[in-house]
T-cell receptor, first 113, second 110 residues
Framework: EAQVTQNPRYLITVTGKKLTVTCSQN?????MSWYRQDPGLGLRQIYYSMNVEVTDKGDVPEGYKVSRKEKRNFPLILESPSPNQTSLYFC????????????FGPGTRLLVL | GEDVEQSLFLSVREGDSSVINCTYT??????LYWYKQEPGAGLQLLTYIFSNMDMKQDQRLTVLLNKKDKHLSLRIADTQTGDSAIYFCALTGGGNKLTFGTGTQLKVEL
């Protein structure tokens, strides 16, 4: 089954404790992206990747890192989480460029205390 | 950057038509999308329209694009309780960014 998976689905952590949210897709997509969803703000793009070893900032990259060492994986790293990073995070993938249909993962709900 | 605005809530009766609106600022947007998010789930692409089109119909869904007013709408005919969800418009412009609207929560009442 074609899908985008994220782990964990739910995470509670404390300020400053490094964490990684994994994202994996099995559709051989070149394009992958991370978004955060906050009430009243919709989805905002954090980082995206056009292909292996190619990443670029979205609209809200501060406080986040990403890497794309393999085509199928695109982890989101929070080196020193802060409470304002409490949010619902979505990973997405698509063929080629952003104009192609993006397929979304189920989301990761993060609470930073 | 791009600003994409939607009203937060819409309530309709089952069987009526729903119209969800979206306004944007960047006239260079080339692809315009509508996504649906059901409770506890990710986003699902409903439909999209190219910027050189004015209208697209797909079964119960009709997308209208007014480029002059920078206004995009999604009409759902014969709205059902299963249509209750949050609806997001999204636009691509320059580069490879996708900008989402704030989302409209559609509630369908019996």
């Amino acid at each position: 089954e074609a899908q985008v998976t994220q782990n964990p689905r739910y995470l509670i952590t404390v300020t400053g404790k490094k964490l990684t949210v994994t994202c994996s897709q099995n559709m051989n997509h070149e394009y992958m992206s991370w978004y955060r969803q906050d009430p009243g703000l919709g989805l905002r793009q954090i980082y995206y990747s056009m292909n292996v070893e190619v990443t670029d900032k979205g609209d809200v990259p501060e406080g986040y890192k990403v890497s794309r060492k393999e085509k199928r994986n695109f982890p989101l790293i929070l080196e020193s989480p802060s409470p304002n990073q409490t949010s619902l995070y979505f990973c997405a993938s698509g063929r080629g460029t952003v104009q192609e249909t993006q397929y979304f993962g189920p989301g990761t709900r993060l609470l930073v205390l | 950057g791009e600003d994409v605005e939607q009203s937060l809530f819409l309530s309709v009766r089952e069987g009526d038509s729903s119209v969800i609106n979206c306004t944007y600022t960047d006239s260079s947007s080339t692809y315009l999308y509508w996504y649906k998010q059901e409770p506890g789930a990710g986003l699902q692409l409903l439909t999209y329209i190219f910027s050189n089109m004015d209208m697209k119909q797909d079964q119960r869904l009709t997308v209208l694009l007014n480029k002059k007013d920078k206004h995009l709408s999604l009409r759902i005919a014969d709205t059902q309780t299963g249509d209750s969800a949050i609806y997001f418009c999204a636009l691509t412009g320059g580069g490879n960014k996708l900008t989402f609207g704030t989302g409209t929560q559609l509630k369908v009442e019996l």
